[in-house]
C-alpha cells in the first residue's frame, strides 16, 4: 500500500511538468537554460525581473515565455547579431500589454524572420542574444507599469541557479 | 481517499501521466508492489488522449476536466496532424468536437501549420449542426482568431442561430481583452465592424457594452455614433458605452453626439449610459455640460447631480471615478 502511495503521489507531481490552463498565464522558461539573475543581480543591484541564460548566442529555440494565446508588439531597435550589449536603448524586445495596463517584458533577442508583431503561443520572436544592455546573451523577463516592476509574478517558483527546461514553471502573471 | 476514488479520478490521470512521461513512470513501475494499480503502458496517440476524455468527461471534478482540455491542447503539438485533423472531420459529440478543434487551433497557435486554424474555421462557419458550430466558435475562443479571420468574425455574428451568435460575441469580447489585451486598434476594429454588421441586437450589444475602444480607428467611432440611432434602445445604451471610451481625436466628435441623442432619447437605461459617457469623455471638464442637461429630463436630476458630486472630488483615474460613483450608488 505505501508503494500504491508513493507511486500515486509521485504521478499527481508529475502532472505540475504539464503546463497549466492558458487563463493563469503561467510563465514559462523560454528556453532551457539557467536562472542568472532575479530580484537583484548577484552583485547586490536591483533588477526586479528574471533573466534566463543557456549561454549560447544566436540560439535558435528561444520562445516567448507566455502560456496562452496574446498579442506580442516586437520592437527591433537593432539588425545584427549582438551577444555582449551594444546600450541601452538598442534592446530588441516583445512586450505584451495586459487590459490593466500592466505590460510583461522580454528582451535582449536578435532579430531573425520571426521578429515581427504576432499573436501567438510560447513561438519565436528572435533567438537568443544580448542586444541592448548586456553582459551575454540571456532572455530579460519582466512585467512594469508606468516604471514600477511586479516582482511577486516569480516570487517562490524559481531561484537563481536554477537550470531550467521549457517546460518550468517561472512565475504566473495572474 | 478510498480505492473507488482512486480508480475514478486518478487511474485515468496516472494512464495520461504516461502518456507525457512513460521513462519517468517505468522505473516506478519497477519499484510497485502488487497492490499497484495496474498501469498500461502506452503510446501518445490522438485515439488514446480521445477515450481518455471521454471517460474524463465523466467526472464530477471541474478541475480534472480542465486539465484533461489542457493536456489535448498541450500535447496537440506532438500529435499527427493528419490523424488529429481526420479525427475532428469525424467527430460528430460537441463536447470533443470542441476539444479536438482546440487542438487543432493549437498547433496554429504554436507556431505550426496556418492552415489548422482554417480547417476548424471552415467548419465554425459551415457545419450543418448549431451545436457543433457553436462548439467549434468555443474552440477559438482566447486565441488569435480575431487577427487570423476579421470576416469569419461578420458571418458567425448573422449566424442562423442564436446559440452561435452569442459564442461568437463572447470571442470578440474575450480575444480583445484578454488576447489583445483592449489595447490593440485592429482587433478592436473587427469586433466593431462584427457588431455593427450583427442584426442581432442582444450580440451587438453584448460586443459593444464590453469592448475597450481606446484605440479604434475614426471608422469604427463613425460606425458606433451611427448606432446611437438602432431601434433598439440596447444597443443604443451598448453604443453610447463604447464611445465613452474613444480615444483623444474621436473624443469631441462622440461627446457632441452623445449630448444632442440626450435630448432625444426617452429609455432611461440608455439616458443612463449617456451619461456615464459624457462624464467619461470629460472627467471634471463634463460638469458644465452635465448641468446643462439637468433641466432635459427631471427624472434624471438625482443621477446626474450624482455624477456632478463625483466629478467635482477631481479624481485623474476613470476607474477611481466609476468607483466613486459606485459606491454612492449603493450608500443612498
Not at chain 1, 528574471?50 to 520562445?63: F, K, L, P, Q, T
Not at chain 2, 442582444?202 to 475597450?212: D, E, I, N, S
Request: proline fraction near 4%.
Amino acid at each position: 500500500m505505501r508503494h500504491t502511495m508513493k507511486m500515486t503521489l509521485a504521478a499527481l507531481a508529475s502532472l505540475a511538468l504539464v503546463p497549466a490552463a492558458v487563463t493563469a498565464h503561467t510563465v514559462k522558461a523560454p528556453f532551457p537554460g539557467t536562472i542568472t539573475a532575479l530580484t537583484y543581480y548577484p552583485s547586490g543591484g536591483y533588477h526586479g525581473a528574471i533573466d534566463v541564460s543557456s549561454g549560447r548566442c544566436n540560439y535558435w529555440g528561444a520562445e516567448t515565455a507566455v502560456v496562452g494565446s496574446v498579442h506580442w508588439n516586437v520592437t527591433i531597435n537593432t539588425s545584427g547579431v549582438v551577444c555582449n550589449g551594444n546600450g541601452y536603448e538598442n534592446a530588441n524586445m516583445a512586450v505584451h500589454t495586459w487590459a490593466d495596463g500592466w505590460k510583461f517584458h522580454q528582451k535582449h533577442f536578435i532579430k531573425t524572420s520571426d521578429s515581427y508583431d504576432r499573436t501567438c503561443d510560447r513561438c519565436q520572436v528572435g533567438n537568443e542574444g544580448g542586444t541592448g544592455q548586456a553582459t551575454g546573451p540571456h532572455a530579460h523577463l519582466m512585467q512594469e507599469k508606468n516604471g514600477t516592476k511586479d516582482t511577486s509574478w516569480y516570487s517562490g517558483y524559481t531561484t537563481r541557479g536554477e537550470a531550467v527546461d521549457r517546460s518550468e514553471t517561472l512565475g504566473v502573471l495572474d | 481517499m478510498t480505492r473507488a476514488f482512486l480508480r475514478m479520478n486518478v487511474l485515468p490521470t496516472l494512464t495520461l501521466t504516461v502518456c507525457l512521461l512513460a521513462p519517468a513512470l517505468a522505473s516506478a513501475r519497477q519499484s510497485a508492489s502488487s497492490e499497484a494499480p495496474a498501469l498500461q503502458p502506452t503510446t501518445c496517440s490522438v485515439e488514446g488522449l480521445m477515450d481518455s476524455i471521454r471517460r474524463g468527461m465523466k467526472s464530477r471534478s471541474e478541475a480534472y476536466k480542465l486539465y484533461l482540455r489542457t493536456l489535448l491542447r498541450e500535447s496537440a503539438v506532438n500529435l499527427p496532424r493528419a490523424e488529429l485533423q481526420a479525427a475532428f472531420e469525424r467527430e460528430y459529440d460537441p463536447v470533443m468536437v470542441e476539444h479536438l478543434a482546440a487542438a487543432l487551433v493549437a498547433r496554429t497557435e504554436r507556431g505550426l501549420e496556418d492552415d489548422a486554424f482554417q480547417v476548424v474555421a471552415k467548419r465554425a462557419l459551415e457545419d450543418r449542426d448549431p451545436g457543433l458550430r457553436a462548439a467549434t466558435v468555443r474552440a477559438m475562443r482566447r486565441t488569435g482568431a480575431l487577427g487570423r479571420s476579421g470576416e469569419m468574425f461578420e458571418r458567425l455574428v448573422r449566424d442562423p442561430s442564436p446559440e452561435v451568435r452569442m459564442e461568437a460575441a463572447t470571442n470578440l469580447v474575450e480575444d480583445t481583452h484578454y488576447v489583445y489585451g483592449g489595447h490593440h486598434g485592429p482587433a478592436a476594429d473587427t469586433a466593431v465592424s462584427a457588431a455593427a454588421a450583427s442584426d442581432d441586437p442582444k450580440v451587438t450589444a453584448k460586443v459593444l457594452g464590453q469592448l475597450m475602444t481606446g484605440e479604434i480607428s475614426s471608422d469604427s467611432a463613425r460606425k458606433l455614433e451611427r448606432l446611437l440611432g438602432s431601434d433598439s434602445a440596447e444597443v443604443r445604451a451598448a453604443a453610447s458605452t463604447a464611445l465613452g471610451g474613444v480615444p483623444v481625436a474621436e473624443m469631441a466628435n462622440a461627446r457632441q453626439s452623445l449630448t444632442g441623442m440626450y435630448r432625444d432619447e426617452k429609455d432611461p437605461t440608455v439616458r443612463k449610459a449617456i451619461l456615464q459617457s459624457i462624464a467619461r469623455l470629460g472627467f471634471s471638464g463634463a460638469v458644465p455640460e452635465l448641468q446643462r442637461l439637468r433641466a432635459v429630463d427631471p427624472s434624471m436630476t438625482s443621477e446626474i447631480d450624482s455624477w456632478i458630486r463625483v466629478l467635482n472630488m477631481n479624481h485623474q483615474d476613470w476607474s477611481l471615478i466609476l468607483r466613486e460613483k459606485q459606491r454612492q450608488q449603493q450608500a443612498r
